[in-house]
């Protein structure tokens, strides 16, 4: 992964990170609402200054958890959302605040589940257990200790708190263990749905090759070029031209009669290794049919592409055939230039009437269609 691309995913990251916290602050800022409204309904103990000084608390210790965020620290983590951390902390704090209540602590319960509903998607099961376990001897704590140092104005209601808020905790951990099996199901169904779309991006991969080269030769076939070149004479512009040429092996003929099929499938083989040894990664070499071949050289000037054409002819003329004897290799060339607003069905024609002059000239030759106009 490139450093750019890095930064980008951690930026986004932190965007998304920053929103959960920022419904965390919502829940705080409700909890908080709550508790000013049960002050001034005498239902909270705790005075007006410590009620501040529990605000002020509070608020200092979600500007801990903003800072981490803003500065990037909480990327140094194992868990850059620090969702344990955050629950832990609501779940300390909701327990304050429960002990601080003389009546009314049940409707505050359903706290528990908001703070815990946190961590269902991000924690591990086991972690998620852990914080329930927390949560649940947090409140019964609170409650045995009350009753230790009063007698409970209701037990009853306080053992049926405590057990409903045990249920709840065993459920919620069922639950995100649930949840956390589903993710890994879908994380292991997303991944192997991306294998399949590789494997099917190769396929077709393969397939397009396949359907755009010459099985014996490795070369391009003629769809294949002619699309090709359709398209890099629809791209021409005023200033260029590109040099288009035929090519077709002398006596090919001959070397099937005289030495078999195999004989000349192995110099139709030799010509695409001379063709792709003499051209530049930019030049178009495609079988046409037969013994007989195209050749397309983008952005050309005649004298260059003249000599071109006389490097592959010449290097064809010296090689050797593995594995056969076979008198010496020849070819014809047929050439003409390709400008804008021309038609690749007449420039082919153009230069297979040079190539005919070629092969009527004695062969073995390359026969440029300008030479006519020249002429």
């Not at 292991?188 to 294998?195: D, E, G, K, N, P």
């Not at 014996?216 to 398209?231: I, P, V």
């Not at 070499?285 to 004298?303: K, S």
Request: proline share 2%; charged share 20%.
């Amino acid at each position: 992964m490139s450093l750019s691309h890095q930064r980008v995913t951690q930026r986004t990251l932190q965007r998304l990170l920053l929103k959960r916290f920022g419904m965390a602050v919502v829940t705080y800022a409700l909890t908080a609402l709550l508790c000013w409204i049960a002050v001034f309904n005498d239902l909270f103990r705790a005075s007006i200054a410590t009620t501040l000084l529990l605000t002020g608390l509070a608020i200092l210790t979600q500007s801990t958890f903003l800072g981490l965020f803003l500065s990037g620290q909480n990327l140094r983590f194992r868990d850059p959302s620090l969702t344990e951390a955050q629950v832990l902390v609501a779940l300390a704090w909701l327990t304050v605040l429960l002990g601080m209540f003389a009546n009314g602590r049940g409707a505050l319960l359903v706290f528990y589940v908001l703070i815990l509903l946190f961590g269902v998607f991000q924690l591990p099961p086991k972690v998620f257990a852990r914080c329930a376990v927390i949560a649940f001897f947090g409140f019964a704590g609170l409650n045995l200790y009350e009753a230790y140092r009063y007698p409970l104005a209701d037990p009853g209601q306080a053992i049926l708190q405590v057990c409903v808020l045990g249920g709840v905790m065993l459920w919620m951990s069922l639950f995100a263990s649930y949840v956390q099996a589903m993710r890994q199901r879908m994380r292991q169904r997303r991944f192997a749905l991306q294998a399949h779309r590789d494997t099917l991006r190769g396929m077709m991969r393969q397939l397009e090759d396949l359907a755009a080269t010459d099985e014996l030769t490795g070369l391009f076939n003629r769809r294949h070029f002619l699309r090709f070149a359709k398209g890099e004479l629809k791209n021409l512009r005023a200033d260029s031209q590109h040099g288009l040429a035929l090519i077709d092996l002398d006596h090919f003929k001959r070397v099937n009669d005289v030495h078999g099929h195999a004989a000349g499938d192995r110099v139709l083989q030799t010509f695409a290794t001379v063709a792709q040894a003499c051209l530049r990664d930019g030049d178009i070499i495609a079988r046409y049919g037969g013994e007989e071949f195209v050749l397309l050289l983008p952005n050309t000037q005649p004298d260059r592409f003249t000599a071109c054409c006389e490097r592959l002819r010449e290097a064809f003329n010296q090689a050797e055939p593995l594995g056969i004897k076979v008198d010496t290799l020849s070819l014809s060339i047929g050439m003409t230039l390709l400008t804008m607003h021309d038609d690749l069905d007449e420039a082919l024609q153009r230069a297979d009437q040079a190539l005919y002059r070629a092969k009527r000239n004695g062969r073995n030759r390359c026969a440029a269609a300008w030479e006519d106009i020249d002429a």
